[in-house]
Antibody, heavy 126, light 107 residues
Framework: QVQLVESGGGVVQPGRSLRLSCVASGVSLRTYDMDWVRQAPGKGLEWVAA????????YYSDAVKGRFTISRDNANNTIYLQMNSVRPEDTAFYFC???????????????????WGQGTTVTVSS | DIQMTQSPSSLAASVGDTVTITCRASQNIGVYLNWYKHKVGKAPKLLIYAASSLQTGVPSRFSGSGSGTEFTLAITSLQPEDFATYYCQQTHSNPSLSFGGGTKVEI
């Protein structure tokens, strides 16, 4: 059974840094793109960042671009989110998610977020 | 960036009802549209991909339709376990993704 387990969350002061980790079991992540998605208190889901299967491609939402860095260690089946210069608005529950090719229809490829971790909480507060 | 807008933000329904949720994209996304169900304290679950294809294991009372900029999720014969928040998500600009604001289906 595929499982993703996040860690590294906690309380951090504005302007400081935090690194989240996501370890996978039951599957090798090396062939999958991986994402981070967050949910602020009382808010909806917000896509944060993605990393390609080989780590060469990194993609970010405008809200975190320039402050967060996503990376991966395929040898250790781990995904990271380095969060620098954090802000109160970064306070959220952070999910690690697998982005998978789900379907090939009419010569088009379709992707979806099929496996989610249970999440880790980040609170930015002085 | 592609903006996704859902309506309504919440709705009240009873077991056995049929509910529909609308999702609109800020530009033409073809059928690059997924739907997720999220219950508090649980990981979100992928229900539908490519606007209308049911993910493996998802009950047939869930259905999706639409293309371009307007999409609909319908749930027929609402069950107790269906009370949750539902999100649409565009994958047209994958790997850069975006979600709608969510629709909470309440009793």
């Amino acid at each position: 059974q595929v499982q993703l387990v996040e860690s590294g969350g906690g309380v951090v002061q504005p302007g400081r840094s935090l690194r989240l980790s996501c370890v996978a079991s039951g599957v090798s992540l090396r062939t999958y793109d991986m994402d981070w998605v967050r949910q602020a208190p009382g808010k909806g889901l917000e896509w944060v960042a993605a990393v390609s299967h080989d780590g060469r491609g990194e993609y970010y939402s405008d809200a975190v671009k320039g402050r967060f860095t996503i990376s991966r260690d395929n040898a250790n089946n781990t995904i990271y989110l380095q969060m620098n210069s954090v802000r109160p608005e970064d306070t959220a529950f952070y999910f690690c998610v697998r982005n998978i090719l789900i379907g090939f229809i009419g010569r088009h490829y379709y992707y979806g977020l099929d496996v989610w971790g249970q999440g880790t909480t980040v609170t930015v507060s002085s | 960036d592609i903006q996704m807008t859902q309506s309504p933000s919440s709705l009240a329904a009873s077991v056995g009802d049929t509910v529909t949720i609308t999702c609109r994209a800020s530009q033409n996304i073809g059928v690059y549209l997924n739907w997720y169900k999220h219950k508090v304290g649980k990981a979100p679950k992928l229900l539908i991909y490519a606007a209308s294809s049911l993910q493996t294991g998802v009950p047939s009372r869930f259905s999706g339709s639409g293309s371009g900029t307007e999409f609909t999720l319908a749930i027929t014969s609402l069950q107790p376990e269906d009370f949750a928040t539902y999100y649409c998500q565009q994958t047209h600009s994958n790997p850069s993704l975006s979600f709608g604001g969510g629709t909470k289906v309440e009793i």
